[in-house]
């Protein structure tokens, strides 16, 4: 009796979504096409299973695109 576990389903607790730390660093090298054929593969079958990186690169391709169009547009101050 008297059990003191808040989670008895024996579930983890919810968080915030983010990618594995293990592999932020090759998601980071992805993005800027920095990372080798073989970790590219790995990183591959790792999003196969894994949502939360699936989401992470999907966030990053976004604001690399975001990024790379505001520096297309011509500025529209000029600087001097
Ligand atoms: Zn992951």
Request: hydrophobic residues 40%; positive net charge.
């Amino acid at each position: 009796m008297g059990q003191a576990t808040k989670n008895p389903g024996g579930s983890r607790p919810k968080r915030a979504a983010g990618p594995c730390p293990s592999w932020r660093v090759a998601l980071l090298m992805d993005l800027f096409q920095e990372i080798s054929t073989h970790e590219e593969a790995a990183l591959l079958e790792h999003l196969q299973d894994c949502e939360r990186c699936r989401e992470e690169r999907r966030r990053l391709r976004l604001l690399m695109q975001l990024i790379q169009t505001a520096m297309e547009l011509p500025p529209r101050v000029p600087l001097l």
